[in-house]
């Protein structure tokens, strides 16, 4: 069941510094995204990935920048965190013709001081 | 633009009685709706989608166009069914299968 993994669980980084968030999955699953999760917002979608070499933004990109080289893997980073970033960060993915098998991540818990 | 509510943000009911989660949608086309569950410690895991309409550990949920909703139902409430929830709404078209989410709906089912 552990196909998709993030690391690290949990991270804490001080204002100003830049933190990369991992994620890797073994299904070679098309499609990844990164959502943030937080009280009352309920889980906003960051960035997604339709391939290798095609990301786009979701709902709130501003401040995270993703790549996607390979396809198992699709990492987040914070260019310059802030505390307003200080959330958990889901990542997850799906295949095309499987849209309805959407699989998450343990996700990571980023508290930016 | 797609948007989920969630009107609850907590909910406790007693062990055996009914409890109904709300979620209500705005979409001009025509939405897949899904029910998401996480459970304390656990990873986000899919409970039930309006297309299978299927009963998963007791609940259910009905797609209501002409409402907007997708209420989560279950007759009898179990401890074990404590949890958050969310609504999860996916646009049809070229969305990447990107699911927008309500706010979620933390239950607590007292002893």
């Known amino acids: 069941d552990a196909g998709i993994t993030q690391s690290p669980r949990y991270k804490i980084t001080e204002t100003g510094r830049q933190v990369t968030l991992m994620c890797h999955q073994t299904?070679?699953?098309?499609?990844m995204f990164w959502y943030r999760q937080d009280l009352g917002h309920g889980l906003r979608l960051i960035y997604y990935?339709?391939?290798?070499?095609?990301?786009d933004k979701g709902e709130v990109p501003d401040g995270y920048v993703v790549s996607r080289s390979k396809t198992e893997n699709f990492p987040l980073t914070l260019e310059s965190a802030t505390r307003s970033q200080t959330s958990v960060y889901f990542c997850?993915?799906?295949?095309?013709?499987?849209?309805?098998?959407?699989?998450f991540g343990s996700g990571t818990r980023l508290t930016v001081v | 633009a797609q948007r989920v509510t969630q009107p609850e943000k907590l909910l406790s009911v007693f062990k055996g009685a009914p409890v109904e989660l709300k979620c209500n949608y705005s979409?001009?086309?025509?939405?897949?709706l899904f029910w998401y569950v996480q459970y304390s410690r656990q990873r986000l895991q899919l409970l039930l989608r309006?297309?299978s309409r299927e009963s998963i550990k007791g609940f259910t949920a009905d797609l209501n166009k002409g409402e907007t909703s997708f209420h989560l139902k279950k007759p009898f409430a179990q401890e074990e069914d404590s949890a958050m929830y969310y609504c999860?709404?996916?646009?049809?078209?070229?969305?990447?299968?990107?699911?927008?989410f309500g706010q979620g709906t933390i239950l607590t089912v007292h002893p």
């Open positions: 309006h297309i």
């Open positions: 979409y001009s086309g025509s939405p897949e």
């Open positions: 997850a993915s799906s295949e095309p013709d499987r849209l309805n098998d959407y699989t």
């Open positions: 999860a709404l996916r646009a049809g078209g070229t969305s990447y299968g990107k699911l927008t």
């Open positions: 990935s339709a391939a290798a070499d095609i990301t």
């Open positions: 299904w070679s699953h098309s499609y």
